[in-house]
């Protein structure tokens, strides 16, 4: 059972309306709880993304029976505050637990019982899409832009690496990995079915893991002479790891020829899945160490947990390899992230720049008269197409001496923006570290596209905040920042 929010008054906290905020602190939890507390006095606002909350959260269940749950008021709170300040769920819950203001915003008083357990809040967040983020962060940023009534005319775009949460990959580690989810499940399958041959299990994991081990001492060292070893034993651990796919490959045909129960057929299931990417990890080290072959990018998994992961080399300092999926981000002059798009894993920026720049110009009324981008993204047909789109697009090219004659060619109008665009690095620093978007934490492609919209929606509200304190006291501590905006 749910509720949109609680409106009955209670006696051991004050209505939200009258939560009071120190403004003279700086954690960034002040502004985030200013801006959610705007929110809730916007009645038309908060019934839309209250609604919006709703969809996703009772889509296959009724609000009206069953245990009581979090209102969707509460959702959106726990939401923002979780990566609008960077905090992981045990730390979310301490403070939904302890944190006056932040429970007089939930609605929660001191006398009452409500538990906010980290699985509890987990498992809720969870259930929105993210779509539904992208429309909630829509509705936010199109509230904020009319605080500050130039912030729409403006934009800066950029594009970053979000890390997933993984090791770092090596075939074969990653076979190792493969492995150890596959036997298990096939010996309990195996068993089930009444089929002999899979209790020497334990001993063949060892077996594999011996070799792994002894393929990175190899790898690790800087002999040449050792450097040989690592393809030969290589050869080794495919031949084993090989011989076990061909019996797992003769279980599935028994287990498939078979009738199994619910059980069994989960079984079924995660054996298919871990045997088909174990099978192309397999591929690929084997093109690589024994046909020696070059082995594209697009044909690699690096990593089996997340098989959505994509290298990139984008000759940053320090990190020569990035492990994760590109983002790009549209930020406007008042600050607000007001679009943002994950790309696909064989998509590069200037192959998505002219799009997403026509969905940002929808989002923001077909108001943007000035957009400036990295020289990454330029091609004569984007600066074609982007004039098309946008009044002023600062697109500089790639080629030195090309860049060179453009500076010397641009109008002030263009050196502006190109002036101001260096502050789109400065935001992107501030969203990895202040939302946790250096490393996503949560699993699963769909996970990641969730953590980023809840980021995306934390650093909204953040600068909703920030500017509605700075109207309130200019001179508060709460509302001053050192980033320029991009107007």
Sequence with gaps: MRQTYSNQLRMDCLPIEQVALNFECRDEIVPVLAALQHLYLQIELRNQLTRLIARDVNETTRRDIGREGFNYWQILVLGVVRLGCNLNYDKLQDLCENHRALRSLLGVGDWDPTRFGWRRIRDTLCLLKPATLETINALIVSDGQSVDGDARKQVRADSFVVETNIHYP???????????????????????????????MSHQLKQIKRQVREIARLSASDSPAVQAQVYPAYGVLLRRVGSLLDRVRDLKKAAQS??????????????????ELTSKVIDTAFRRTQLRETVPNEDKIFSIFEPHTQLYRRGKAGEPNQFGRLVMLYQDAAGFISHYYMMGRNELDAEVVVEQTRIAQRKHGGEIEDASFDRGYFSPDNQTELEAIVDHPCLPPRHRNAYAQWLREASVRMHDSRKRHSGIESAIGAFQSGNGMKRCRDRTEIGLQRYLGLAVLGRNIHVLGKLLIAQANTEAEASRTKRKKAG
């Design 170 to 200: 090596t075939e074969s580690s990653l076979i190792w990995d493969g492995i150890r989810k596959l036997l298990p499940v096939s010996y309990k399958l195996a068993l089930s079915l009444g089929l002999e041959g899979w209790r020497q």
């Design 258 to 275: 078979s009738t199994l129960d619910l059980t069994q057929a989960g079984w079924l299931d995660q054996l298919n899945h871990w045997y």
